[in-house]
Every structure is written in structure tokens, then in C-alpha cells.
């Protein structure tokens, strides 16, 4: 065995990549470096539907990532999706009339939250409802629709 | 003829109870001796650099090798679909929940339980465990908890830095030479991989995968037939057993952490 100096040195080198590792699994590889969790201020918004739209999933405006969906609730009294968004707090700009989508990442990706920005002079506040919201947009619909109105065209 | 194989069932079932109520009371023998190690941390510190320094080299090695064949067959799967952004996910994803702790657990029973058990298989052949039991030392206490606890606390760090050095594998493979995009192989995994999901369970895994193998490995050379033919059973029984209990666990862990 090596002297005791030497695989003391060793030993503690070992134990230090060991803690290393797992802090770059944290914070280059897990979402803890992004955990923002407290921080920001939130909005609401009320969707029609929000396709398979979920927790933690990206708020973006002109594609750049403003926030998160904190939570989903469902309205009782308007049967509506009820979503919280968090938004980080050095975006406080963002206009009061601002439109809410549900958008889809690619033919088959996630679902994200996409914001069209108004033009009143207005920003939003902690705690203030989007008005504006667009459901998300669900394949099956789509292709009824387009069945429908190819079985219209063949009626004729 | 039929009582005699019956008896034969009876006596191999009597066998496998008592083996495992020898571990159950090794084990709390094993963990009575912790004041009495803390004591003395310089047991520990000799055992950790046997189990976990000399265990460096196949770790990482493999490690980044492990890293870099998931991420080529990852691509090649992924970019069929048109998504070979999601490499980095899949890569740390396989890595941090499976391969991670489950490869460096089989590496750590090769390496590093076998060793355990020829060591004290053969302290046990030389009479070096009866010779500290006459000097009222407790070999318990004195020899097999220090290398305990260096592997229960040598896995999770191996472990960690198996997956460490994977996703760096994985990333050299995917964006170094297939040319996936830098921004998206990072941003999709932090995206997708939680800490307290991905990352914890990851660790309480090769926690409970070090304990396991440090145990097993131990137990079979304190259980030893002391000849030299009885330590090499030992150290084959330590690797099969370990490789067993270590995939048959990870089965019951995922089901558990991510199943249902």
C-alpha cells in the first residue's frame, strides 16, 4: 500500500471528482441550475384546451424562453384549463393585451406556451389574466375537419 | 428414494435460511462497529483508497466509452426520426437513471468485491481473524466495518463520476463528431432531466447497489471454507451473486422510482 501522506492525498483527490461529478450532473445536466421556482411573478390564462400541454413546460415570446407553466388547474364554473405561468422578473414588459397560443415544437414535440405581444403601453403584473388565449390545436380535430369539408366537396 | 430427494429439497432450503440469517447477523455486526470506526477514521481512509481510488481507472474508462457507443447508436436511431437534438437527453437520461449506477455497480463487484472477498478469505484461511479474536479484538469490527462503509460511500461517488464522464463521451460523439447541435444537446437534457427524479433516485440506487455488493462480497469471505479451493468459490460466488442482486434490484428500484 502506498504511505500514509500519499493515499491520504489520493483518497481525498478520489473523494473531491466524487462531489465534482455529481455537481456537474446537477447543474450541467439537471434542470437544478434552472429551478427557479420562487423567483418571477405570475400570470394566468384561460385556454379552451390545452392539448396535452404540461407542467414545466416552456412560456416563450419570439421564441426566446420567458418562464414555465407552474401549474394547471381546471376551471369548474367555465370548464376551461386554468394555467399558471411564471415568468422571470426582468421580463416585466411584456403588454397587457399580449395573446396566449398553445403551440406544438415540431410536427410531433412538446407543447409550449407562446406569447404574441399587443400594443397597449401597459405591462402586466404579478397575478393578472391573460384575456387573449388560443386553444391548442389537437391533430384529431384537424383531420375531421379536413374529412368534412373533402366529404362537402365530393356532395356537390 | 422420494423421502430422500425430499430431504434433499428440505436441507438445501435449510441451507439457503440459515446462510441468509448468517449475512442478516454479519451485517449487524458489521454496522454495530461504526462508533468504534469513527474512532479510528484511518481504517476507513486505507479501505476507501483500496475500494475506490484503485477502482478509478475501469470506472472512467468505461465510463466514457459506455458514453460514446450510446450516443452513436443513440443518433443513429434519433436521426431517423429527425430528432437527434433529443441525443443529449437520451444519453444522460440512460446514463444518470440506468447505466450509471448499474455499470459501475457490476464494474465495482468485479473489481472491488472479489478482492474484498479473497482478502478475507484468505485472512480467514491464515487464521488472521482467530488471531485477532485471541488478542480480544473483535475481527468484526476491526477488519470488515472500515471496508464496508469505504464501499458503501466509494459507489455513489463512482457512480457519479460513471455518468459524469459518459455524458462528457456522449457529448464529444454527438456534437464533436456527428455534429448535433451544442445549444440543443445541452439545453434539451437540462430541459428534460429533473434533479430530484433523475438525479437523486440515480444516487439512492448505487447507495443501495454499494451496499449491497460491499455486503454480499464481505459475507462470502467471512463465510468462506478456509481452504484455497473455498476462497476461489467464494470470490465466484461474490461476482455471480452480485451481478444478480445488482440487476434483479435495479429491476424492483426502477419499477418503484419510475414505474406506475
Known sequence: MAPIRLSEILVGAFMA??????????????????????????????????????????????GVRLGRVEAIDFDQETFQALVTLRIEDR??????????????????????????????????????????????LVLEQMIGQFLLSKAEEGGE | MLLDSLANLGRLGLAILASLGRAHLLLLGILSGLPAMLARPRLLLAQIYNLGVLSLLIILVSGLFVGMVLSLQGHYVLS??????????????????????????LLFAGRAGSALTAEIGLMKATEQLSGLEMMAV????????????????????????????????????????????????????QNKIDFNEDLVNGVIKSLVFGLVVTWIALYEGYDATPTSAGVSRATTRTVVQSALAILGLDFILTALMFGA
Open chain 1, 17 to 62: 471528482l466524487g462531489f465534482v461529478a455529481l455537481f456537474f450532473l446537477a447543474m450541467r445536466v439537471s434542470n437544478l441550475s434552472m429551478a427557479s421556482v420562487d423567483e418571477g411573478y405570475t400570470l394566468t390564462a384561460k385556454f379552451d384546451n390545452i392539448g396535452s400541454l404540461r407542467v414545466r413546460a416552456p412560456v416563450s415570446m419570439a
Open chain 1, 91 to 136: 421580463y416585466d414588459q411584456i403588454p397587457n393585451d399580449t395573446f396566449a397560443n398553445i403551440y406544438t415544437a415540431g410536427l410531433l414535440g412538446e407543447q409550449y406556451v407562446g406569447l404574441d405581444p399587443g400594443g397597449s403601453p401597459d405591462p402586466l403584473r404579478n397575478g393578472d389574466r391573460i384575456e387573449f388565449t388560443q386553444s391548442a
Open chain 2, 80 to 105: 431517423q426520426f429527425g430528432a437527434a437534438e433529443s441525443l443529449g437527453v437520451m444519453v444522460a437520461a440512460s446514463l444518470v437513471r440506468e447505466l450509471g449506477p448499474v455499470v459501475t455497480a
Open chain 2, 138 to 189: 473483535d475481527p468484526v469490527k476491526r477488519v470488515l466495518t472500515p471496508r464496508f462503509f469505504a464501499g458503501l460511500i466509494s459507489m455513489p461517488l463512482l457512480a457519479a463520476m460513471f455518468s459524469a464522464v459518459g455524458v462528457i463521451g456522449g457529448w464529444f460523439v454527438g456534437v464533436g463528431l456527428l455534429g448535433v447541435d451544442d445549444g440543443a444537446f445541452w439545453g434539451q437534457m
